[in-house]
């Protein structure tokens, strides 16, 4: 089991940034490919960024391309989100997930989830 706590979320202006973090729980967590996934309000959760156990092979959706940066610290147990020149169409609650393989996911196959974390971009 394992159980993961997002942080970071907020309110900021276009083109401003934020660093959201994913704390996992367990001692089995460099054996976790991770993602990140983003809901907005009226839409379908949508795959933003995976990273491999290792972190060194990355994915993004081809929206946050240039802008986001996933990655990890497995002796922190942790997975980060870097997000710069945030955009108004940002906004939404973002999760982070965990599937126990070896191969990073772009649909919603993870096998668990955090509760999520509101980001809010102002014009």
């Known amino acids: 089991q394992v159980q993961l706590v997002e942080s970071g979320g907020g309110l900021v202006q276009a083109g401003g940034s934020l660093r959201l973090s994913c704390a996992a729980s367990?001692?089995?967590?460099?054996?976790?490919?991770m993602g990140w996934f983003r809901q907005a309000p009226g839409k379908e959760r949508e795959f933003v960024a995976g990273?491999?156990?290792?972190?060194?092979?990355?994915y993004y959706a081809d929206s946050v391309k240039g802008r986001f940066t996933i990655s990890r610290d497995n002796a922190k147990n942790t997975v980060y989100l870097q997000m710069n020149s945030l955009r108004r169409e940002d906004t939404a609650v973002y999760y982070c997930?965990?599937?126990?393989?070896?191969?990073?996911?772009?649909?919603?196959?993870?096998?668990?989830w955090g509760q999520g974390t509101q980001v809010t971009v102002s014009s």
């Open positions: 997930a965990a599937n126990y393989s070896n191969m990073v996911l772009t649909t919603l196959n993870y096998d668990y």
């Open positions: 990273i491999s156990r290792s972190g060194l092979t990355r």
């Open positions: 367990g001692r089995t967590f460099s054996s976790y490919v």
